[in-house]
């Protein structure tokens, strides 16, 4: 194994770089994620974790340095996909009653957000494994906070399901 720990090492830093970008692209997605939500609920949950987001960049750009790569992005093409996604379901949204347009919003939201866990709980595994331990905590910080933000949004639908049914 410690023979590959700089290739590891490598993987590891081409992932961040995808994920930075990734949170780059989401930075600029939510605020009109926000804007098109009715509920009070959702409108806020967007706004409270683009504030979050912003700290994954953060903690994103922290991570890099420490394993002594430049904090640079690289193209997301996941992210670009999910991204297009809630831009269309934002458009189709305007033709649906409220309850309805939130309930899309909400299931384009947590595609991203899955999308999230599985990359940061799978780089926090790798940080683990190659002995990057302050990077893992770092990815698991993320990874924890994308968790509470998918099941956030999984509550704020609750209401949305009853007023739409």
Known sequence: MAQNIPELKAVLID?????LHG??????????????????QLRQAFTDHL???RLHVERLQQGLELLGAKAKAKTCKGMQGLVEESEATISEGKDLEPSSADLTLII?????????ISGYGSLRTLAE????????????DTESEEA????????????????AA
């Open 23 to 40: 949170e780059h692209q989401l930075v600029k997605a939510l605020p009109k994620m926000a804007k098109a939500a009715h509920a009070v």
């Open 129 to 140: 494994r190659i002995g990057e331990m302050r990077v893992a905590r770092l990815l698991a």
């Open 51 to 53: 504030e979050q987001t």
């Open 148 to 163: 509470q933000a998918d099941e956030l949004l999984t509550q704020v639908a609750q209401p949305l399901f009853a007023r």
């Open 108 to 116: 384009a939201a947590q595609k991203v957000e899955h999308y999230e």
């Open 15 to 19: 992932q961040m770089e995808d994920l």
